[in-house]
């Protein structure tokens, strides 16, 4: 298992980065830092394998950690997720190391892309002492997917996908649950969950975390931007 630190400061979208990553076999969320100083004192305290780094945070600034981290010399591997495109940033997070760099607003089918990638690169480190050339260029190509498949995930069926998406368009909200999507399709709300998370992975949806006064934070969903265009290619 992938042991993943998350450094992020707004609590909200760290619980989104924490879900996604559940998403993808092999991970596991084990802490999460608000700020560089929490990061470095959490790596001092235990190993983490890779770490989900923001750039912009109210009290330390992603780079400097990532310097910091290169600097003593610490093992870890860090992905790069962060609304800083400008190209001094991207390139100085690269220049330090960094495997994957992600600008925010991003398609889940991406961020899944660079964790598959990386989880390849972690096996052939752990399981090999040497690599030869056709390895290498095989992790690669393997980094450099960007794009999904067009065809469904593993379990899904066309004509469930056509009434999901049938009930999501019906649907007069413009954020709607899973519990909403199943009343309007009569498809059990975990079969439905399962739908909507492999829409978001499509691109087709986008989730948010929202917090009620009690209780633990609902998984919501609105179709994203290009959501209606990117669908046909599926039903």
């Known amino acids: 298992m992938i042991k993943v630190l998350i450094v992020e400061d707004d609590p909200m979208v760290s619980e989104m980065n924490k879900f996604y990553?559940?998403?993808?076999?092999?991970?596991?969320?084990?802490?999460?830092?608000?700020?560089?100083?929490?990061?470095?004192?959490?790596?001092?305290?235990?190993?983490?394998?890779?770490?989900?780094?923001?750039?912009?945070?109210?009290?330390?600034n992603g780079l400097m950690l990532l310097s910091e981290i290169r600097r003593r010399g610490l093992r870890v591997d860090v992905i790069v997720i962060s609304a800083a495109s400008d190209k001094e940033s991207i390139q100085e997070a690269l220049q330090n190391g960094a495997v994957d760099y992600l600008i925010k607003p991003f398609e889940f089918s991406r961020l899944r892309a660079a964790l598959n990638g990386y989880k390849e690169q972690n096996r052939l480190f752990r399981t090999q002492n040497r690599l030869n050339q056709s390895e290498l260029d095989r992790l690669s190509r393997f980094k450099q997917e960007r794009t999904?498949?067009?065809?469904?995930?593993?379990?899904?069926?066309?004509?469930?996908?056509?009434?999901?998406?049938?009930?999501?368009?019906?649907?007069?909200c413009e954020l709607f649950s899973a519990e909403d999507i199943s009343n309007l399709s009569g498809i059990s709300r975990v079969s439905v969950?399962?739908?909507?998370?492999?829409?978001?992975?499509?691109?087709?949806?986008?989730?948010?975390?929202?917090?009620?006064?009690?209780?633990?934070?609902?998984?919501?969903?609105?179709?994203?931007?290009?959501?209606?265009?990117?669908?046909?290619?599926y039903i």
Not at 29 to 40: C, F, P, Q, R, V
């Open 21 to 60: 990553l559940h998403q993808v076999e092999g991970f596991r969320a084990e802490g999460w830092a608000s700020s560089a100083e929490e990061a470095l004192d959490l790596l001092a305290e235990k190993p983490y394998d890779l770490i989900l780094l923001d750039i912009y945070m109210k009290e330390s």
């Open 148 to 172: 999904a498949s067009h065809e469904l995930a593993k379990g899904f069926t066309r004509q469930t996908l056509q009434t999901v998406w049938k009930a999501v368009e019906a649907c007069t």
């Open 193 to 233: 969950g399962k739908y909507l998370v492999g829409l978001t992975e499509m691109g087709v949806l986008e989730m948010d975390l929202v917090y009620g006064s009690v209780g633990r934070p609902v998984q919501k969903y609105r179709i994203a931007p290009n959501g209606r265009t990117l669908i046909t290619q």
